[in-house]
């Protein structure tokens, strides 16, 4: 048995069920590392190139974190999960596709990485030959890993099912994995409805966004995110746009924030974005020219990065859910 | 119809002999300048790329001029690049500008989309489909032409005596390029400007270090925005080498060349490729350039540029592994000529010193 490492950030947020089960039921262990903290982003800024964005950056810091607690640190290469976009070749933002090689290249001891090409587009058994592949580094049976597979096919599908039921994936993975029954969270009297689009690691990393989802909580906000819409829904967006993005997240952010504009009760949109993200320059501006052009719904832009600190987003939030209420009563 | 499109180095000399011998009226778009940026950089997102921030001070430039078709490249990602277009249009709208952004999407994603434009282009022009393709030649003899006098300038410019001889000369060959009607006269034209650039006073008897430029494709071949880096080098002494020119894959005398296939080059560094843009190259032609004696080698790329921050972070393992210096030049609307002239200077000294070093102890080896 071996012990597999997997960073809690970046594709994390939509692919730990899965990945999870599978190495379970292969009778590995799996470590996560801990949700971000101060540590493992300052690691993250040291040892990453400075221009990276911070996501990247705090990439950087969780691998740091496991290299010394695990035999294999899980760094899947992702290419495509979908044929999507206008000419097929919906990918992953570029450094999604240098990331392990970044990652080798920028960190010393690091335990053996397992870097298996993931490009889904090809066809529909593409996963199942990831997962072969990897089951045979870890030196694995066939007929193990398909029954692995099967396992963690299911699970993702009860993933997916909880997160259309509006849990967090957050939310959802307890929900799975430690066992609890969950507690409809205590959702007192909702004041406002707000759908807060962006990147999986962008939106549940408390600490990247200095807690925004829970400030909006306490707010009596009830938040709507992407990942609770099924991509059947998402997908009819695609028809409205000039051109796709060209990154898998990106669409999905760009969809679902396009689907909020015209659901009726939305009263707000909160896109939150890392300082310096390539894709964003152009997800960013355009979210903002469409909220107005389609529904004039008023659209708040919130930048990450490692100076954020709390105060500076509770300010903005605040005055926007200010400005959200009394848009309302005006009304 | 009023046509225009970016400019990116000389190249606009042979797109505006296309514009306007399609029949279409050329509105010729000014070198970029700080009027041009400051426009840019006011409408355009914050952290959007130098290039597309230029080319947005460019659109509102030529638009103020009175054109109404801007004609450009799309692209299939993952570089942003290929969502220029997209974001342009929606800009330019906001702004009320009243212009038409019509890209060229790769012909290889969308055949019908490209012939479909081209067409269009060529029917609102009134063009025989024969006249066109002629048209469309003689363009691209051009480019060839005007890539063959650059290079061949920042071949020589380090032997010049006066300096600032070489780029006199340029100009003037470029300008006889800009009258070539025909493949025989541009033929002429070329013939008339390498003589002209060879007839500039040279010392050969220097020595200078060789640098190879690398990376962004925009920044790369646009002097405007890489602070007219080649010639800067070129002017302290140093042969320079670029690894992108427009017409760069029909040659076989350019070193990125020699090579064949630069993504298996670069496959022990990066595993995956393309990852957009010249992210890839970049990492590969530092490879190249290292094998072919180079002194070192420049990445220029734009503040924020997705594939090149993955470059760069390959890039100091190549830097170990080859024993080649990089530097690296992230350009932005804050870069100043002093500041890049300023780096330059002092990885030249390093150079030098290095070569010398190299000389007197045969057997060092130089960890750079």
């Not at chain 1, 691998?63 to 035999?71: F, H, I, T």
């Not at chain 1, 898998?248 to 909160?270: C, P, T, W």
């Not at chain 2, 004609?71 to 220029?84: F, I, K, N």
């Amino acid at each position: 048995m071996s012990k597999i490492g997997i960073p809690r950030t970046l594709a994390y947020f939509i692919y730990f069920p899965f990945w999870k089960t599978f190495f379970e039921a292969l009778g590995q262990e799996v470590v996560v590392s801990p949700p971000t903290t101060r540590e493992i982003m300052d690691i993250g800024v040291r040892e990453a190139v400075n221009d990276a964005c911070i996501p990247i950056k705090l990439y950087h810091g969780h691998v740091a974190y496991l290299a010394d607690k695990v035999d294999y640190i899980f760094c899947p290469r992702l290419v495509s999960v979908r044929k999507h976009g206008d000419f097929g070749t919906e990918t992953f933002c570029p450094k999604f596709l240098g990331l392990p090689d970044m990652v080798r290249l920028a960190l010393n001891n690091l335990p053996e990485i397992i870097d298996e090409r993931v490009d889904l587009k090809k066809g529909k058994d593409e996963l199942l030959k990831v997962c072969a592949r990897v089951g045979e580094t870890l030196g694995q049976s066939g007929t193990e890993i398909k029954r692995a597979f099967k396992q963690a096919m299911k699970v993702d599908g009860r993933f997916k099912q909880l997160l259309y039921q509006n849990y967090t994936p957050v939310e959802a993975m307890a929900m799975i994995f430690d066992q609890q029954e969950h507690i409809p969270p205590p959702r007192q009297e909702t004041d406002l409805k707000i759908a807060v689009v962006g990147y999986p690691y962008a939106i549940y990393d408390a600490y990247i966004n200095a807690g925004i989802l829970k400030l909006l909580q306490k707010e009596k906000v009830r938040v709507y995110t992407q990942d609770m819409l099924s991509d059947k829904t998402m997908n009819r967006q695609a028809r409205t746009l000039p051109k796709s993005m060209f990154w898998y997240f990106s669409n999905r952010a760009v969809y679902g924030a396009l689907h909020f504009m015209q659901e009726k009760g939305i009263d707000g949109i909160i896109h939150i974005t890392a300082f310096a993200c390539g894709p964003d320059s152009i997800v960013d501006r355009l979210l903002e020219i469409e909220s107005r052009r389609r529904n004039h719904i008023p659209y708040l832009a919130i930048a990450v990065d490692e100076h954020t600190g709390e105060a500076g987003i509770r300010t903005r939030v605040e005055a926007f859910l200010d400005m959200l209420r009394f848009r309302r009563d005006k009304a | 119809m009023k046509i225009s499109f970016p400019h990116m180095g000389y190249s606009y000399i042979a797109f505006k002999w296309l514009v306007e011998n399609m029949g279409h009226e050329c509105i010729i778009p000014p070198e970029p300048s700080k009027k041009t940026l400051d426009l840019g950089v006011r409408y355009a997102p914050e952290f959007a790329c130098i290039p597309f921030k230029m080319l947005l001070g460019t659109y509102l430039e030529v638009a103020e001029k009175g054109a109404e078709v801007i004609l450009t490249s799309g692209g299939m990602g993952p570089c942003r690049a290929g969502l220029y277009w997209v974001m342009h249009q929606y800009l330019l709208d906001e702004l009320n500008t009243g212009i038409k952004v019509v890209a060229f999407e790769p012909p290889l994603c969308d055949l019908r989309d490209f012939l479909k434009k081209l067409h269009w282009i060529r029917k609102t022009g009134g063009l025989s489909l024969k006249a066109f393709i002629q048209v469309l030649r003689i363009t691209w003899e051009k480019i060839k032409a005007i890539d063959e006098v650059e290079m061949y300038s920042h071949e020589i410019r380090p032997y010049e005596i006066n300096r600032g001889d070489t780029t006199r000369s340029l100009w003037r060959a470029l300008d006889m390029l800009d009258v070539a009607n025909n493949e025989m006269e541009i033929k002429m034209a070329l013939q008339e400007g390498i003589k002209l650039l060879q007839q500039i006073p040279q010392d050969k008897s220097r020595n200078p270090l060789k640098i190879g430029i690398i990376g962004e494709i925009y920044v790369v071949l646009e002097p405007a925005a890489n602070h007219y880096i080649q010639i800067m080098l070129g002017e302290m002494g140093v042969q320079t080498d670029r690894s992108i020119y427009l017409t760069a894959y029909t040659r076989k005398n350019t070193i990125v060349n020699l090579e064949g296939d630069i993504f298996s080059v670069a496959k022990p560094y990066l595993a995956e490729a393309p990852i957009g843009g010249h992210g890839v190259n970049s990492i590969g032609e530092t490879l190249l350039y290292a094998k072919h004696g180079f002194d070192g080698v420049v990445q220029l790329a734009p503040f924020a540029c997705i594939p090149e921050i993955v470059a760069k972070s390959i890039l100091p393992a190549i830097s170990r592994d080859h024993g080649i210096p990089v530097l690296t030049l992230f350009i932005d609307e804050q870069t100043g000529k002093a500041g890049v002239q300023t780096r330059l200077e002092a990885f030249v000294d390093l150079l030098e010193k290095r070569r010398q070093y190299k000389a007197t102890h045969k057997n060092a080896r130089l960890v750079v």
